[in-house]
């Protein structure tokens, strides 16, 4: 079967600040099963699992969504549960990501990966933001961080390089305790025989926002750097 992801938004307008959602969780969850993203305004970490959205808010607690909340941004596939099962053994966030890397047929596709098993990590989550919004790099200390150590699942997307502004060039993962009670964006992570299943995926469903941002902004500007910064760091 041909795997699509499929993209809510692009990366660069909501790193300038356009939280409006787009689309609802309804419509979403039609696209794909799994997966990762943001809610409206900002609001919480999002992680999309057999077919069920979740958000991992800043307040440190997890909440089922139901069809009618709205996304600004996000990226989703539908997951093929029969790809061949893997382990793996790391000490840290870069490490995993470097080994992931390496073990890819190519860095120029994109694919979803699903991990589970009992993690050590370190997760954000950004606080809803009020109107009129501030870019992302400006309030991305708006957040709150926790550190777990207890069973659940990683969700990652890999994006290559060339699509860099569109979305998160590399690796983006997200985490999910086993009892759905935590998560949000991955900080620090570690883990010993974990298991995971990867899909590759060769086709890529962006669909773009009707937003005032999107529809006037001019999005050409390099905001590598800055994005770095945001999805990375920890404030601790
Ligand atoms: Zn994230």
């Known amino acids: 079967m041909k795997k699509i992801l499929t993209q809510i938004g692009t990366l660069n307008s909501l790193m300038m600040g356009d939280y409006n959602a787009t689309i609802t969780v309804g419509e979403l969850l039609k696209k794909g ?19 069920v959205a979740y958000d991992s808010r800043a307040d440190g607690k997890t909440y089922v969504m139901n069809e009618n909340d709205k996304l600004p941004f996000a990226t989703v596939s ?7 099962e ?12 470097e080994m992931l890397e390496e073990k890819l047929p190519s860095k120029n596709f994109f694919y979803m990966i ?5 993690f050590k990590v370190r997760i954000r989550s950004c606080y809803k933001q009020a109107k009129p919004y501030q870019p992302l790099y400006k309030v991305a200390c708006d957040q709150r961080e926790y550190d777990f ?3 659940g699942y990683v969700i990652g997307v890999y994006c290559p390089n060339y699509v860099q502004g569109m979305n ?4 983006h993962v997200h985490f999910l305790s086993k009892d759905f009670r935590h998560g949000g964006h991955i900080l620090k992570l570690q883990g010993n025989n974990i298991n995971y299943k990867i899909n590759d995926i060769d086709e890529w469903n962006v669909i773009l926002p009707h937003t005032e941002g999107f529809e006037s902004w001019d999005l050409t500007e390099d905001l590598k750097e800055k994005t770095k910064q945001v999805e990375g760091s920890s404030k601790k």
């Open 78 to 84: 539908k997951f093929n549960n029969n790809a061949i």
């Open 149 to 151: 150590d207890e069973e």
């Open 33 to 51: 099963d799994i997966g990762i993203g943001t809610y409206e305004g900002l609001d919480g970490e999002a992680i999309i699992l057999n077919g």
């Open 114 to 118: 699903k991990m589970e098993g009992l």
């Open 168 to 171: 998160l060039a590399g690796w």
């Open 86 to 97: 893997y382990k793996i053994s790391f000490d840290d966030i870069d490490q995993l990501k």
